[in-house]
Each structure stands twice: as structure tokens, then as C-alpha cells.
């Protein structure tokens, strides 16, 4: 009996192999074209940012096993791919090890399980045996993802499996599976089957590393992160002992007066602006919270520090401006409003008082009405008027501005004492009165809502520097007031914000008074918030760190040009870690990148609203442009593959797990 189940299940397993070889030969050929022929016009992010639902059932169940993210790194699948339809055929080396890892222990158990049947060995067979399990594998993928409402809407339910379906690239798993299974399927077939499936896998399998091996050698190198290189101005820098950094969370530019604002939303920052120099063009590397102030605070951009997802935290081997500035002597102080900048994320490193108990024990509806600008005043100024004798840096961030729009009175009816209506600024995310097509009246009040937190804050920000006066420090003292995004209201058809990389979002403002420098000059040339660290240690004489992605504006401030690099660089994921965006803003035009589904859009300058998308026409330089940004893009991914190992994961408890979904920051 032993004698006759023996060869049986060495025969099962060789059709099983077979079966496996095939279709995985398939896959990767098939595969490899479908993503070359859907990707060909546009760069393809690295397999860490890519949505899985576009590859095979072979890389699903790879992505499930620990640790198989990095038996990928350093891979065809592990950089930026220039747009190009070749420059996107070394992902069939990339598919090479999933289908391998996974291809034959699945062959092994497949095999085995089909032997106990008791019936001929056929590669027909096992390699339906596979489709089946292949396909299983898929739907269950795509469910996992499609979302559900609570309650029941089929309008929503269908909306959100064709959205899975093209978006995510579920098209191109299932039509790879129907072409290489048929494809596979012919050539079982063939006789005699092994030795053609052996022969036929040894060859393509040689083809496609060949292949990879003259691709990869051929790839154009990662350029480095540009240097600073602005020559300074014959002024001379001027000393400055102190630095106040104020960030106003949510705070767009357009909305303040010193922008543009017919309304006087800003006295207090208008007379900074005045009295300093202010940057027109300031532009935030990502649009939500955490990464973009871990990219104020670090001079980094987000693949540099690593802080891209609700979960991340500043890596320990990524300086902050607080740990430096204390290095040197200074007295550090930080004051937050807000959950995202709470110690677990590291903010807190380098600063010797770190007060965050306007962002602790609140419920989620109390933080959606909360307006703490008067709280978190209070405790900078206590700390501030501590420090007579001391070099000191002070950071103060206000919420108030974020959604909910609840300003307190007087403010609440400042900029529409007249409106009638019932919308309120409550529950802004969710409220289905707030949307795209609402009464054009209601959506003017909800703008004077928010108009109404800007004024609010500001007022708040009269009294440090009247306690700058008070205390004898403002001669010394530089005062920079900037923002981590801003908000639309519908420009684009979304409404907050971490949806998009358009300018109503990033664009935000920066404005530096800084002793001994004329006030009143505005710099046009595009700067980022990643250049406030860089600039803040060269104004009080501290070395900055060699890898930052920021350049001083010391010599903008002094008169001389900003900077020589040319753009700066935003960069966007959501939660599951895909559907990413990467936005380079030029002094000529913004070039935004979507990467899932693949689009490009380019606007010119002088098109502040985005509304006229250039790159629907010819002639501007597409291959050269994406070219460029795939280069920056690995420069920095280079630096965040470095991170590696080091980055750690904040636990999120269930009641910050439901404050930060009323905020709208899990969807």
C-alpha cells in the first residue's frame, strides 16, 4: 500500500509544481505588462505605498507574512519607477520572490492534499485547484477594503466596490488571473508537460532577471537632496538671542489680511508682518497635522523624518530644533493644543517644559468645540516670564482655528451678523448640511465661522508680544508666526483638509521679525516650513545638521535670494498607508502627482485657484518633469529606507481612537 501511495503523491506533487510554475510564469509576464501599459505616463511609487489590491494572490498572501516587507528591500519594487513603459518592466523581477515564497509551499500543500483523493495526478487539475484559491484569495482582498457604511446605503455600498475595483487596481489582479490562468491552462496542455514547463519557466525566468539586471544598471541614480547654496548678502546677520515660533493649526494663508483677506481677520499678524519680512509663497509638506509639523520641527520633508501615517513617531535619530537649541544652552518650552503633537510622537525631546494638558481628558466632542487659545496663553506666558536672563526658545501651538468652527462672541458673528440661516461650524466634518452642494449663503457663513477662529487667535497672540515688551526681550527676541495647512471649503470638491495637496491646503503662512532686519519686505520665491529650522539656527548661531532638507532664509531675510534648489516638496498619504500624492512647487507652475489611481496635474502660477490643468495639453515636458521628481523622490526615500529599524509606532487607545474619528482622521 505504502509502495503505490508513495509514487501517487510524487505524482501529485510534480503536477502540482508544474501547475504553479505555469501560472506563476504567467502571472508575473502578464502582470508586469498590464501595470507597464497602466502606469507607462506616470511614476510608480514603491511597493510600501502601493495599494496590493493590483497584484497577484501570490503577493497578498506575501504582504501577510512577518517581516515580508523587507525581504523586498532594496528591490526593483523598493524605489520610485520613472514614468515610461520600460521603466516599469523590472517589476517582474520584483514579483519573483512572492510567487516563489509563496508558490511552492502552497505547491508542497496542494500536492499533498490532492494525493489523499486517490485519483490520477493531472496538472488540469491542480492548476484549477489554484485559480480557485487564487480568486478566493482576491475576493477576499477586495472585501476586506470595500467600505461598509452603518448604516445601510447600496448607493454608498456600490460607490465604494467601484471605487476598490478601478482605484485600488483590483481590474488588474482579476485580469491578470483570467489571462495568465487561460494562459497557463493552454500550456498545461502541451506534451510532454514537465519537461516543457521546466524548460519554458528556466527560460523566462533567465529572460526576466537579465532583464532586470540591465534595467536596474541602466536606472538613472538617486540624486541627492540639494544643497543650500544661496550666497548671503553683503548685510550682515543680525544677533538674535531669543525665538518665538507660533503655529496656528488649520490657518490658511489667503485668509489672513496681510495675504489678501478683504476681511480684518489679522490685525496682530498683519502688524508682524509689517514689522518683519513675510514669505508669499510658503508651502507646507504635507496637509494634516502630524507630518507637517514633524517637518517644521525637524527641517525635514515626510519620507526624511518617516512620520507619515496616524501611528508614526520622529524617529531617535532624527534631530528636532528643540533638542539642538537646548544642546547650545537655550531654555526650551513648548505649549500644544492638540493630540497629534503629544509626547508619544516625540515631539516633547529637547524641550525642558512641554505643557499638553490643553489636548489631555477631553472627550472628542469637547475637543471638536474646544477653544483653548486663552488656556494655551496662559501657560506660555507663565513660562515666558520665567526666563529673564536665559536664551530661551518658546513654541506655541493653537487649535482653535481647526474645525469645529465654534468661535466664542463676539467673534462668532464678527464677519456675518446678519446670516439667518441654521448651518452652524458644529460637527463640520460629518454634518451632511456642510457639502459640495450647499446653498452658496450657508457656505459664506460657515467661511465667516472660520474667519471668526483666525480673529480669535489673534488677539491671543497681542499678549506674548506685549509680555516680549514687558519683559525687556523684544529687541532680541525673533517672532515667527506660520501655520501646519489650511482648509477648503469645497475649491476642489472636498471639505478640511488631508484629502489633497492643493494649495488652499498647503499654502500657509510664514512670517518672519527678526531685530535688526527691515520690516515690510514679502519674499515671491517659493520657501517650505522645512527652511524655519535651518533658519532659526543660523539666526542664533547654533551649527545646523547635514541631513536636512531645508535651507536658511537668512539671506531672504537680509535681501538677497532665498534659496537655489528651484522647488520645494509636499507629500501625502492616507491612513492604509497608499493612495499617496506628491506635490513639487516651483516659482513657474505646481506639479501634483496622484499614484493611485495614476494622474498628473500641473498648474501655472498665476493660477491660484487650480482650476486650468496644463498637463491635459502637450508640450511641457512631461518625461523631464517626472523625471526630475522621481529623482528628489528617491532622494528622500533613500534617507527613509535609513530609517529603518529605528522608527517606532505609537499605540492609539480607544478613546483616541474615537476623538481622532470625530476629527475625521480615520475615514
Known amino acids: 500500500m505504502d509502495r503505490m501511495a508513495a509514487p501517487s503523491l510524487k505524482a501529485h506533487l510534480g503536477a502540482a509544481f508544474t501547475a504553479a510554475l505555469l501560472l506563476g510564469l504567467c502571472q508575473i509576464v502578464i502582470e508586469t505588462l498590464l501595470i507597464a501599459v497602466r502606469f507607462q505616463h506616470f511614476i510608480m511609487s514603491p511597493h510600501e505605498f502601493a495599494c496590493t489590491q493590483m497584484y497577484d494572490y501570490c503577493v497578498k498572501l506575501f504582504a501577510l507574512l512577518p517581516g515580508g516587507d523587507h525581504w523586498l528591500h532594496g528591490g526593483p519594487l523598493d524605489r ?134 540591465l534595467r536596474v544598471s541602466s536606472a538613472p541614480s538617486s540624486a541627492a537632496a540639494p544643497e543650500a547654496a544661496a550666497a548671503r548678502a553683503a548685510e550682515e546677520v543680525p544677533h538674535v538671542d531669543n525665538v518665538v515660533l507660533i503655529s496656528i493649526d488649520s490657518l490658511r494663508a489667503d485668509h489672513l489680511g496681510c495675504y489678501g483677506n478683504a476681511r480684518d481677520t489679522s490685525p496682530v499678524i498683519d502688524r508682524v508682518a509689517r514689522e518683519g519680512v513675510r514669505f508669499a509663497n510658503a508651502i507646507s509638506p504635507s496637509s494634516w497635522t502630524l507630518p507637517a509639523h514633524a517637518s517644521l520641527l525637524t527641517g525635514r520633508y515626510v519620507l526624511s523624518h518617516g512620520v507619515i501615517a496616524r501611528t ?24 500644544i493644543s492638540t493630540v497629534w503633537l503629544q509626547p508619544q510622537y516625540g515631539f516633547d525631546r529637547g524641550f525642558g517644559y512641554y505643557d499638553d494638558s490643553s489636548s489631555k481628558g477631553k472627550t472628542w466632542y469637547e475637543e471638536l468645540d474646544l477653544e483653548s487659545a486663552s488656556e494655551v496663553t496662559g501657560h506660555a506666558l507663565s513660562w515666558l516670564r520665567r526666563q529673564h536672563g536665559r536664551r530661551f526658545f518658546l513654541f506655541v501651538h493653537f487649535w482653535d482655528v481647526h474645525y469645529d468652527y465654534m468661535p466664542p462672541a463676539p467673534y462668532d458673528k464678527m464677519f456675518d451678523p446678519d446670516y439667518a440661516g441654521s448651518v452652524t461650524g458644529r460637527n463640520f466634518k460629518y454634518n451632511k448640511a456642510i457639502w459640495h452642494g450647499m446653498p452658496k449663503r450657508d457656505l459664506e457663513h460657515v467661511v465667516a465661522l472660520y474667519d471668526g477662529e483666525i480673529r480669535w487667535v489673534d488677539e491671543h497672540l497681542a499678549e506674548i508680544l506685549a509680555a516680549l515688551d514687558e519683559m525687556g526681550v523684544s529687541d532680541r527676541t525673533a517672532v515667527i508666526v506660520t501655520a501646519d495647512h489650511g482648509d477648503e471649503f469645497f475649491e476642489h470638491g472636498g471639505k478640511g483638509h488631508q484629502r489633497t495637496l492643493y494649495r488652499e491646503v498647503v499654502h500657509v503662512p510664514l512670517i518672519m521679525r527678526v531685530p535688526g532686519i527691515a520690516g515690510g519686505r514679502v519674499v515671491q520665491e517659493p520657501v517650505s516650513l522645512v527652511d524655519v529650522m535651518p533658519t532659526v539656527l543660523e539666526l542664533v548661531g547654533a551649527q545646523t545638521p547635514a541631513r536636512v532638507d531645508g535651507t536658511t532664509l537668512v539671506p531672504a531675510l537680509v535681501g538677497g535670494k532665498a534659496s537655489d534648489r528651484g522647488a520645494v516638496y509636499g507629500w501625502l498619504c492616507n491612513w492604509r498607508g497608499n493612495d499617496c500624492q506628491a506635490m513639487e512647487e516651483s516659482p513657474l507652475d505646481t506639479l501634483i502627482h496622484i499614484f493611485q489611481p495614476p494622474k498628473v496635474e500641473l498648474y501655472g502660477a498665476n493660477d ?60
Open 608 to 667: 491660484l485657484a487650480q482650476h486650468t490643468n496644463l498637463a491635459r495639453g502637450t508640450g511641457w515636458g512631461r518625461h523631464e518633469r517626472l523625471t526630475a521628481l522621481s529623482e528628489t523622490l528617491n532622494s528622500h526615500w533613500k534617507v527613509y529606507r535609513g530609517l529603518a529599524g529605528r522608527r517606532g509606532s505609537v499605540k492609539i487607545d480607544k478613546a483616541t481612537e474615537e476623538r481622532l474619528r470625530a476629527l475625521g482622521y480615520t475615514d
Open 80 to 213: 520610485f519607477l520613472n514614468d515610461g513603459f520600460d521603466a516599469k518592466l523590472v517589476v517582474g523581477g520584483g514579483l519573483l520572490v512572492p510567487n516563489l515564497v509563496v508558490g511552492a509551499p502552497l505547491a508542497v500543500v496542494m500536492g499533498w492534499l490532492l494525493s489523499l483523493r486517490r485519483r490520477p495526478a493531472s496538472v488540469e487539475v491542480a492548476l484549477t485547484t489554484l485559480l480557485g484559491l487564487a480568486l478566493a484569495v482576491h475576493l477576499i482582498s477586495y472585501g476586506m477594503v470595500v467600505h461598509v457604511p452603518k448604516a445601510w446605503a447600496v448607493r454608498i455600498l456600490l460607490r465604494s466596490s467601484a471605487s476598490v475595483l478601478w482605484r485600488d487596481g483590483t481590474w488588474i489582479a482579476l485580469a491578470t488571473l483570467a489571462i495568465a490562468g487561460g494562459s497557463a491552462a493552454v500550456m498545461a496542455r502541451l506534451r510532454p508537460r514537465p519537461r516543457l514547463a521546466v524548460s519554458a519557466g528556466t527560460a523566462a525566468a533567465a529572460a526576466t532577471a537579465i532583464l532586470v539586471v
Open 312 to 335: 508614526d513617531e520622529i524617529p531617535p535619530g532624527v534631530a528636532t530644533l528643540a533638542e539642538l537649541l537646548r544642546h547650545d544652552g537655550f531654555s526650551t518650552g513648548g505649549v
